[in-house]
């Protein structure tokens, strides 16, 4: 399949960049600074440089032709303000979704966050993201013509995947490392029926494949 991701040098775009690769997948990461071209090289992908915060639906629908699925994995990111969670996290997210349509790419997976909530209360950036990542999510599953799935992980970590999680429409909270996230995505992606879910995932003991599976009802 080939398989575009938007926010393709983040953490998690990285690891399932070359999980995906290495699954013989055609994989083009989506990426914002020029320098980070050869990082996506060095997993596997091909660089796309574009800035989804001014880029138009066509620029990224033409990324999009011939895509098996696209992957929203892109965010503001530590240090930003609530500002750029409105036009990373929920319009970037909105874009892509716009583009998918445009091109006739059905399947999009969409990495959100626990919590993700359009009424999400407070007035810090962190509540600001929440809200963001919400309306994104609201506006994606409204779509008809796409076959979405909304992943929702716990608290991130960098520690090594074990393999294991919990994924289940709610989890309760808690922390899940950033290989085992991209692992079920890139499980995810190979499972068409878990079109229509939004799914929670923290630390678990069910191995990817089996959680995956699970939750498609197979």
């Known amino acids: 399949m080939r398989i575009v991701i938007a926010g393709g040098h983040g953490r998690i775009a990285l690891r399932l960049e070359r999980l995906l690769a290495a699954a013989?997948?055609?994989?083009?990461?989506?990426?914002?600074?020029?320098?980070?071209?050869?990082?996506?090289?060095?997993a596997g992908a091909e660089p796309v440089v574009m800035d989804l915060e001014s880029a138009s639906v066509e620029m990224v629908a033409a990324v999009l032709q011939?895509?098996?699925?696209?992957?929203?994995?892109?965010?503001?990111?530590?240090?930003?303000?609530?500002?750029?969670?409105?036009?990373?996290?929920?319009?970037?997210?909105?874009?892509?979704?716009?583009a998918a349509e445009r091109a006739g790419v059905r399947r999009v997976l969409v990495v959100?966050?626990?919590?993700?909530?359009?009424?999400?209360?407070?007035d810090e950036v962190f509540d600001a993201y929440l809200?963001?990542?919400?309306?994104?999510?609201v506006n994606i599953r409204a779509r008809p013509g796409l076959d979405w799935t909304v992943?929702?992980?716990?608290l991130l970590t960098d520690e090594p995947g074990t393999g294991l999680v919990c994924l289940e429409a709610s989890t309760g909270r808690g922390p899940v490392s950033r290989d085992d996230v991209a692992a079920t995505l890139a499980e995810l992606v190979?499972?068409?029926?878990?079109?229509?879910?939004t799914l929670e995932l923290i630390?678990?003991?069910?191995?990817?494949?089996?959680?995956?599976?699970?939750?498609?009802?197979n």
Do not use: Y
């Not at 992943?151 to 716990?154: A, D, E, K, Q, V």
């Not at 190979?190 to 879910?197: R, Y």
């Open 190 to 197: 190979d499972t068409p029926a878990t079109a229509g879910l």
């Open 112 to 122: 959100s966050a626990m919590r993700a909530d359009p009424a999400h209360p407070g």
């Open 24 to 42: 013989g997948h055609e994989v083009a990461g989506v990426i914002r600074k020029p320098e980070q071209a050869d990082d996506l090289r060095e």
């Open 151 to 154: 992943l929702r992980p716990g």
């Open 66 to 98: 011939g895509a098996d699925a696209a992957v929203f994995a892109a965010g503001a990111g530590p240090g930003s303000g609530a500002a750029r969670k409105v036009t990373v996290d929920r319009d970037a997210a909105v874009l892509l979704a716009d």
């Open 131 to 137: 809200r963001a990542k919400g309306e994104a999510d």
């Open 203 to 217: 630390a678990g003991s069910v191995p990817v494949p089996v959680a995956v599976k699970a939750v498609a009802g």
